[in-house]
């Protein structure tokens, strides 16, 4: 996809926001089946810190902290409260929470990041790359038009800050040179699914699920997936097999568009 082409995507449908109350279904059905998701392999407790979407704080994301935790991980929201925007005090106190995770284990940090989440975690990575080990993220707008979403007006309105920011985005565009996965939906309501497309690479790629953006958090097949991703052993990444569960559960992210 061009970067004129990524500059004109459109937000997702008002069919598709109202959509956006399947995410209760979901929830439902990730905890449903959590006797099932664990089995999935269980991780090597290096850190994990997991960052809220727009608005949103620690509270979002308690059930998949807490599925990494059962996995074995050392799972960690960010303790910053609601998520509004990059205001002051928000950046500084990522990354000393960054510094300390690391420095605590005295191993390198997953990043997970829920939509504006995931913005912020490819920016730390870009910045940090000694302190992660992957970034995975969940729903993003991290390239095309920051208004091809439907919480632009919601972002400028508690962040004070306008959309439209190429001093960030030009370390949260390019893929990080640590592992990186984006989780996406065609069917997000919230962000155009194209500005979650990551460029695929020897360590990068994308994972497509069938979700609302709201319900991505606690969603089986993305819980599945991040098990999965986060247990890949440092050093020796490799490409999401979505062929173990077929492509009803994980549909193929290069099809034609």
Known sequence: MTTA?????????RL???????????TGAGLAMWPLLQLTPRGDGHPVLVLPGLVAGDASTLVLRRYLASRGYDAHGWGLGRNFGPREGVEDGMVTL????????GQKVSLVGWSLGGVYARLLASAHPDLVRGVITLGSPFSGSP??????????GV???????PRR?????????VPTTSIFSRTDGVVAWRCSIEKTGPKSENIEVIASHLGLGAHPAVLY???????QPEGG?????????????????DRAN
């Open 5 to 13: 082409t990524r500059e004109h995507i459109s937000p997702p449908s």
């Open 16 to 26: 598709l926001l109202l959509a956006e109350g399947r995410a209760l279904w979901e």
């Open 98 to 105: 960054l510094r300390k995770l690391h420095d605590d284990s």
């Open 147 to 156: 208004r091809a979403t439907n919480a632009w007006r919601v972002y400028e």
């Open 159 to 165: 962040s004070g800050q306008s959309s439209h920011d």
């Open 169 to 177: 985005m030009k370390f949260v565009q390019p893929t990080p040179s």
């Open 225 to 231: 997936a991040l098990a999965d991703r986060l247990s």
């Open 237 to 253: 990444w490799k490409p999401f097999n979505r062929g173990l569960l077929g492509p009803l559960v994980y549909p193929d992210p």
